[in-house]
């Protein structure tokens, strides 16, 4: 399994998350480099007409992954708006880069469903709210919102990846998730660069807010896709705690509020 060898996070990814979080700050530069590589190195993935998804797990798992298609499929417009206005072209072209990888995904998705015999939808209600929340007031917001997409997106992937018997669709998942967790730390990185040096209270304020609208979705999330998660034998409790800890892991960093270690004796 491709992910059972790089999920620890000594990806590339975190490698450039560990440089750029260090005394060096978040560096555009280096995540760029990792988009770069990342695209090079990425393997063609190619998923056949047919795959091995038992019937009784079929209808659940297309419902769903038809939802993540949709919300993958974005131009990114106005995320690349925002960006525009941090005055870093170089960040700029990472931005670009992230949303072609999520376009990549939105392709491999609808061959995933072609090969289910599943159509692709043009719209999906959950998909719109995302939106209108991430375009409520600036970038941060929306990297905010954006973040919690991503964690979702690569906890069920995973699932997807962990409990699907077909070996080409599960390596297929943990790509994708390879490259979630790349965004994960790239937007976490971002959102570090802007927070540190704030007032903790302040910090401690976003957090609040970040993770009351984080279980809003999660809740929402498992309530909408409790057919796939059930097909896939994990339970929503099991499932909510894999959201809960990627979450709690994703906003400490992204807030700098990690837990102090005290040195040992
Ligand atoms: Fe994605
Ligand atoms: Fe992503």
């Not at 670009?96 to 995904?105: L, N």
């Not at 040096?197 to 984080?214: E, K, N, Y």
């Not at 979705?217 to 498992?222: K, L, Q, R």
């Not at 309530?223 to 097909?231: Q, S």
Request: glycine residues 4%; aromatic residues 10%; contains cysteine.
């Amino acid at each position: 399994m491709i992910l059972n060898k790089t999920e620890n996070l000594s990806t590339a990814a975190g490698d450039a998350w560990h440089q750029s979080s260090g005394a060096e700050g978040f560096s555009s530069k280096r995540w760029l480099a990792y988009f770069q590589e990342n695209k090079s190195s990425c393997p063609q993935i190619v998923i056949p007409e047919a795959v091995k998804v038992s019937q009784s797990i079929r209808p659940s798992l297309i419902r769903s992954l038809q939802r993540f298609q949709i919300g993958e499929t974005g131009e990114g417009k106005h995320l690349k708006k925002f960006a525009s206005k941090m005055n870093d072209p170089v960040y700029e072209q990472c931005i670009d880069m992230f949303i072609k990888e999520e376009q990549h995904h939105a392709r491999i998705l609808a061959q995933m469903i072609a090969s289910m015999d599943g159509t692709l939808l043009t719209w999906h209600w959950s998909d719109l709210v995302f939106i209108a929340l991430r375009r409520l007031l600036h970038l941060k917001t929306e990297i905010f919102v954006l973040l919690i997409a991503e964690v979702i997106g690569k906890c069920f992937y995973r699932t997807c990846s962990a409990h699907l018997e077909d070996p080409l669709l599960s390596d297929a998942f943990s790509l994708i998730v390879l490259d979630e967790l790349g965004h994960l730390e790239f937007h976490c990185g971002f959102l570090r660069s802007q927070f540190e040096t704030a007032p903790i209270f302040l910090r401690r304020c976003v957090l609040l807010c970040w993770s009351a609208l984080f279980f809003c979705a999660s809740y929402v999330f498992i309530a909408d896709h409790k057919a796939a998660l059930t097909a896939l034998n994990v339970t929503p409790q099991q499932f909510l705690r894999d959201l809960s800890t990627s979450f709690r892991i994703c906003s400490q960093r992204s807030l700098a509020l990690e837990p102090k270690v005290e040195p040992k004796d």
